[in-house]
T-cell receptor, first 113, second 110 residues
Framework: IAGITQAPTSQILAAGRRMTLRCTQDMRHNAMYWYRQDLGLGLRLIHYSNTAGTTGKGEVPDGYSVSRANTDDFPLTLASAVPSQTSVYFC????????????FGSGTRLTVV | GQQVMQIPQYQHVQEGEDFTTYCNSSTTLSNIQWYKQRPGGHPVFLIQLVKSGEVKKQKRLTFQFGEAKKNSSLHITATQTTDVGTYFCAGPVEGNKLTFGGGTRVLVKP
């Protein structure tokens, strides 16, 4: 089934540890995005990539980094996790200039303790 | 920067009743998108509106884009328990990056 796969599904992480959230899509979409979702704050864009080899900062990029080595993969790395990064993280993809909206992955629930 | 606001934040609806949720942008939008997120799930794309004053229907859901392309609404007729979830509107900031509203969480009383 075409779509986006995120891993892990959930994780409890000690503060100060490094972690990479994985995101893979099989739809050959050009654009990919990372959002975090916190209660009452909706979805906020962390980083995005319009095409393989390029990335950009979103609304809340501090403490996060991304890479886009190929079309399918868009990992999100927390270099040194802090409790305020406790959230649900969603990866999404879209065709550039699409009329069909974003396709979201199932999310990663991250707790930093 | 661009802001997208939704009201109400919560909507308690009796099964069978109608309700409307509203979305307002601080800037003119090229298009507006709506998503639904079921409890514990991920956002799922519902629809995109592009033209000023555009109205689109999906079964019991009616979506409208304002004349000034700064606001939108979602009206649900004869609410069912399957309508439970959070409805988000979203508008493009630059290119195809979306800014999401805070969402309207819909709770249905049977």
């Amino acid at each position: 089934i075409a779509g986006i796969t995120q891993a892990p599904t959930s994780q409890i992480l000690a503060a100060g540890r490094r972690m990479t959230l994985r995101c893979t899509q099989d739809m050959r979409h050009n654009a990919m995005y990372w959002y975090r979702q916190d209660l009452g704050l909706g979805l906020r864009l962390i980083h995005y990539s319009n095409t393989a080899g390029t990335t950009g900062k979103g609304e809340v990029p501090d403490g996060y980094s991304v890479s886009r080595a190929n079309t399918d993969d868009f990992p999100l790395t927390l270099a040194s996790a802090v409790p305020s990064q406790t959230s649900v993280y969603f990866c999404a993809s879209s065709e550039q200039w699409s009329n069909y909206g974003y396709t979201f992955g199932s999310g990663t629930r991250l707790t930093v303790v | 920067g661009q802001q997208v606001m939704q009201i109400p934040q919560y909507q308690h609806v009796q099964e069978g009743e109608d309700f409307t949720t509203y979305c307002n942008s601080s800037t003119t939008l090229s298009n507006i998108q709506w998503y639904k997120q079921r409890p514990g799930g991920h956002p799922v794309f519902l629809i995109q509106l592009v033209k000023s004053g555009e109205v689109k229907k999906q079964k019991r859901l009616t979506f409208q884009f304002g004349e000034a392309k700064k606001n939108s609404s979602l009206h649900i007729t004869a609410t069912q328990t399957t309508d439970v979830g959070t409805y988000f509107c979203a508008g493009p900031v630059e290119g195809n990056k979306l800014t999401f509203g805070g969402g309207t969480r819909v709770l249905v009383k049977p």
